[in-house]
């Protein structure tokens, strides 16, 4: 899935089209389509539209949430909180090809997810504004500790940047997961160019 996991704002100052494709152009090859308050049939509408320019570029479309999306449109795979149900039960619904992915917030969640889950998204490491409502920051010393527990491909998220792609690959993580370190850039491809890079440098 690539090291950098662009999730899109229906509240940034770009559509989320355009936010999507300018992630794809700059390097991202996963992108998660996430929106609280759209419809089940807007959202679809979207997936439906954006779901073969993805994969012409070799990456996958996450849908956020809503299995009922995920399932009617072939996303390529699913994202789930720790509120949105059991993923458990949530993997049973799904194709056998469909990627779940789960959020963590503690070491105790790292250390009871359940089969089924092919990768998780580790955090807040800091507080961000993208999401008010987040739990605790964990910080690096504890992003590692869940990568080490959960024993899964696991992307950091929450408030970073291209100067933390060194200090998160050293925990093991496989990538960050960005929302508004690309989606609120005034170059959002030149961002997402900058974060592949800081991850890879030559």
């Not at 964990?138 to 992003?143: M, P, S």
Request: some cysteine; aromatic content about 2%; overall charge positive.
């Amino acid at each position: 899935m690539g090291p950098v996991y662009v999730i899109t704002d229906p509240g940034a100052p770009r559509p989320v089209p355009d936010q999507a494709r300018a992630a794809l152009r700059g390097g991202a090859r996963c992108v998660q389509i996430r929106d609280k308050h759209a419809s089940d049939a807007d959202l679809a509408a979207l997936v439906t539209r954006l779901l073969p320019e993805v994969s012409a570029h070799g990456a996958r479309l996450i849908v956020n949430d809503r299995v009922e999306v995920a399932l009617a449109t072939g996303a390529h795979g699913l994202h789930v909180g720790q509120g949105d149900g059991d993923p458990a039960a949530i993997r049973a619904r799904l194709p056998a090809g469909m990627i779940l992915g789960l959020s963590i917030e503690t070491l105790a969640q790292a250390r009871r997810i359940p089969p089924g889950v092919d990768y998780i998204g580790a955090g807040p490491i800091r507080a961000t504004t993208t999401k008010p409502d987040h739990a605790a920051p964990i910080g690096l010393a504890g992003l590692a500790r869940i990568v080490a527990a959960a024993g899964l491909p696991t992307y950091a998220i929450g408030g970073l940047g291209p100067e933390d792609a060194a200090a998160i690959r050293a925990t093991g993580a496989i990538g960050m997961a960005v929302v508004s370190a690309v989606t609120r850039a005034p170059d959002m491809e030149a961002a997402t160019r900058r974060l592949v890079a800081h991850w890879s440098p030559q």
